[in-house]
Nanobody, 125 residues
Framework: QVQLVESGGGLVQAGGSLRLSCAASGRTSSMYVMGWFRQAPGKEREFVACISRNGGTTYYADSVKGRFTISRDNAKNTVYLQMNSLKPEDTALYYC??????????????????WGQGTQVTVSS
């Protein structure tokens, strides 16, 4: 079993930055791809970014490309999401997710089997 705990969310003005962290505990060796998703009120959960097991390959949603950076420190069992140039439309509950599927990258939420509880990000205009 793996547990994921997100932190780092908060309230920030448009143009500002936040760094989200996702700490994993338990049988972390079973986690391959790690990803970040977000869900705004009244909207479906959407993919934000994902990273391969060794951290060498990343993939981003078009809406965040060039502004967000995903990274992972396997020694610390932690995944990060650096968010710069934040916009009001980035406001959402951000979830960290892990997948035990042996793959390089995964975009679909259904391919992830472990989820954190979420951390709220609010960007004011």
């Amino acid at each position: 079993q793996v547990q994921l705990v997100e932190s780092g969310g908060g309230l920030v003005q448009a143009g500002g930055s936040l760094r989200l962290s996702c700490a994993a505990s338990g049988r972390t060796s079973s986690m391959y791809v790690m990803g970040w998703f977000r869900q705004a009120p009244g909207k479906e959960r959407e993919f934000v970014a994902c990273i391969s097991r060794n951290g060498g390959t990343t993939y981003y949603a078009d809406s965040v490309k060039g502004r967000f950076t995903i990274s992972r420190d396997n020694a610390k069992n932690t995944v990060y999401l650096q968010m710069n140039s934040l916009k009001p439309e980035d406001t959402a509950l951000y979830y960290c997710a892990g997948s035990s599927i042996v793959a390089v990258l995964l975009v679909s939420a259904s391919r992830y089997d472990t989820w954190g509880q979420g951390t709220q990000v609010t960007v004011s205009s």
